[in-house]
């Protein structure tokens, strides 16, 4: 049996340009100018699980999105990896969702564009960071869902997998169809070669507006989601900052008498 | 949704290896500091879900639980994602709690937002902070872009408001002597039935570093280098009885195994009373880890560090001469 497998990414800003990320204090809005964005990491994790699983057992690895049209780009570069299809669920309808919405958002576009046999998102995102939609988007689907995998195998129509828990991991074994997201150590995603990248113009994309999903307006968006926004700030850790400066010996002197009017007990 | 109807604040209890686990605790604490802040004075209850529990109420009840939620059965013995999940979501219906807090754990991170949409209510993930606001509306702290940026959210027409949280961010109250009102609670769990097969549970042999207790942490970023650079951390954090918490570079590179110390976002919040930083830029989601450190000096060659601007004390300069010193000094 080839396996039909769905991967869901979302394209974030790159973290190694959080610095540049500023409020406005008059829009209370999110400046994320200049910030080139990137498909979150361990999304790429996900698709890589996908492409190892169909090189293994034939099939085909499409992907979805929540984005903005410009994640298009982001998208080109999935395809580029190896992936087979990829659709953009872009409307202003949709924004401002919390996970609640989002999975909700995710699962109809699943659902409307076939049937899958696995379901792959990465543990979490490096902007929001809830790690929250795997488990919310296997609930709608009603189908097993499982998060924090670190490893993955398929036979006989089921998956074993294993999944870190904080005292070590737990093996399961999972009937499909079903979800899982994955963690950095699961695998080491491939990077897109020259042929992938001239492959991926003509793989097919499909944007959908929030019209082309059988959506319930009161399920998407801010508007659907059941938690909301307030203020937002940076948050200020500043402190005073004071310069030791001389020799190591001496600077080393300063540090310990200052770490003694802490009052720990050192050496 | 009557919201009125909601009432009580509830925290999943998570166990491992026959403890509670600190998170939770640290979440009883916190419960019990915004029932202070409600004027109708909610009570507190521990849902403890797995197998064989009655062992840990009386720790519970002195951590600030009024009451305290068994749900026993073999079928808990172990951990599924599915049967957890349904278990706390059907806790919530019966109960009615208007708040919900699950510590965001590898196991709670999961439990929480299933729950939550089972319920289809609102969960905020990772809060750092949470609050009541002057009419009553409870108010969940959340960072984003590691932390740059903190935002409220609030959860105003749906219960229970459900929120999760990392170990080291809460505090744990003590209440002597209270005891708890215990009661076993036995709902009818389907989860996703055979689908989902236990094979095996691993545990993990690697001695656990804990940072929650920590007096002293010295930590290294990406400039310490090499392994040996990380030996020499080590040698100085056993010297000044402490631990060594690491970045997320550090544990890229190889030079610790001990994932379980990265400070930040995607790590732990600690809260010692000294922090020395080694080789660290200072990027939002590992300093986000350290707000409430007592004292944080730290040594970077790049005058220009973000984890500068965070500290107490900054040495612009080598880190491994300072380090080279401070070890033949002590």
């Not at chain 1, 319930?216 to 998407?220: E, K, N, Q, S």
């Given at each position: 049996m080839s396996l039909s497998i769905a991967v869901c990414v979302k394209p974030v800003p790159?973290?190694?340009?959080?610095?540049k990320i500023t409020i406005d204090?008059?829009?209370k809005r999110v400046n994320r100018d200049g910030i080139p964005t990137i498909i979150n990491t361990m999304d790429k994790n996900a698709i890589e699980a996908a492409l190892k699983l169909k090189e293994l057992h034939g099939g085909k690895v499409t992907v979805f999105t929540m984005a903005p049209d410009s994640a298009v780009e982001n998208l080109r570069r999935v395809l580029a990896m190896g992936v087979d299809e990829a659709f953009l669920c872009s409307d202003?309808?949709?924004?401002?969702?919390d996970t609640w919405a989002t999975s909700y958002t995710l699962y109809k576009a699943i659902e409307k564009t076939g049937e899958y046999d696995i379901i792959l998102l990465g543990?979490?995102?490096?902007?929001?960071?809830?790690?929250q939609v795997p488990s919310q988007l296997g609930e709608w689907m009603a189908i097993p869902h499982m998060t924090n995998i670190i490893n993955m195998t398929y036979d006989e129509g089921k998956v074993t997998v294993e999944r870190k828990t904080d005292d070590g991991s737990i093996r399961y074994r999972v009937a499909l169809p079903a979800v899982f997201s994955v963690v950095r150590e699961t695998n080491e995603p491939r990077i897109p070669n020259v042929m992938g990248i001239l492959k991926a113009k003509n793989k097919p994309l499909t944007i959908f507006r929030a019209d082309d999903l059988d959506l319930?307006?009161?399920?998407?968006g801010l508007k659907g989601s059941p938690t909301q926004p307030g203020d937002i700030f940076s948050p200020?850790?500043?402190?005073?900052s004071e310069l030791i400066s001389g020799e190591p010996d001496a600077v080393a002197q300063k540090i310990i008498a200052e770490i003694k009017k802490t009052g720990v007990i050192i050496g | 949704m009557d919201i009125s109807a909601y009432k009580g604040i509830h925290v999943f209890c998570e166990t491992s290896k026959g403890k509670i686990i600190e998170n939770s605790l640290e979440l009883l604490g916190e419960a019990t500091v915004l029932k202070s802040k409600l004027s109708h004075n909610p009570e507190v209850t521990a849902v403890v879900i797995g197998?064989?529990?009655?062992?840990y109420t009386d720790l519970l009840g002195e951590h600030g639980a009024d009451r305290i939620i068994l749900i026993d059965d073999?079928?808990?013995?172990q951990y599924r994602p599915d049967f957890y999940a349904e278990a706390l979501a059907e806790t919530c219906k019966e109960y009615k709690p208007e708040i919900v807090l699950v510590g965001a754990t590898l196991k709670g991170e999961e439990i929480g937002p299933t729950a939550a949409k089972i319920l289809d209510t609102g969960m905020a993930a990772h809060c750092v902070e949470l609050n009541i606001r002057e009419d009553g509306q409870f108010v969940q702290v959340v960072p984003a872009f590691g932390g740059k940026v903190l935002g409220d959210i609030l959860?105003?027409?749906?219960?229970?408001?459900m929120a999760s949280m990392k170990a080291g961010l809460a505090t744990k109250q003590q209440f002597s002597g209270q005891k708890a009102v215990v009661e076993a609670f036995s709902p009818d769990i389907k989860g996703f039935g055979d689908k989902i097969e236990v094979l095996e549970v691993i545990e993990e042999v690697k001695e656990k570093v804990s940072?929650?207790?920590?007096?002293l942490v010295v930590t290294g970023g990406f400039?310490?280098?090499t392994q040996d650079g990380w030996q020499k951390l080590e040698v100085l954090a056993s010297k000044l009885n402490g631990v060594t918490g690491c970045t997320r570079p550090a544990l890229d590179e190889g030079?610790?195994?001990?994932?379980?110390?990265m400070i930040g976002t995607s790590g732990v919040a600690i809260k010692p009373k000294v922090y020395l930083g080694f080789g660290i830029s200072g990027a939002a989601h590992h300093t986000c880890g350290i707000k409430t450190a007592g004292l944080i000096i730290s040594v970077n060659r790049?005058?220009?560090?973000?984890?500068f601007d965070v500290s107490d004390y900054k040495v612009v300069g080598d880190w491994e001469a300072i380090v080279d010193a401070l070890i033949e000094a002590l």
């Open positions: 790159d973290s190694d340009h959080y610095d204090p008059k829009t202003r309808a949709l924004g401002g969702a543990n979490e995102t490096e902007d929001g960071g809830t790690a319930d307006p009161a399920y998407i200020d850790m500043s402190r005073k | 197998h064989q529990l009655d062992q073999a079928k808990y013995a959860c105003p027409n749906y219960r229970p408001q940072l929650g207790g920590a007096e400039g310490i280098g030079w610790t195994e001990h994932e379980e110390t790049d005058a220009n560090a973000p984890i």
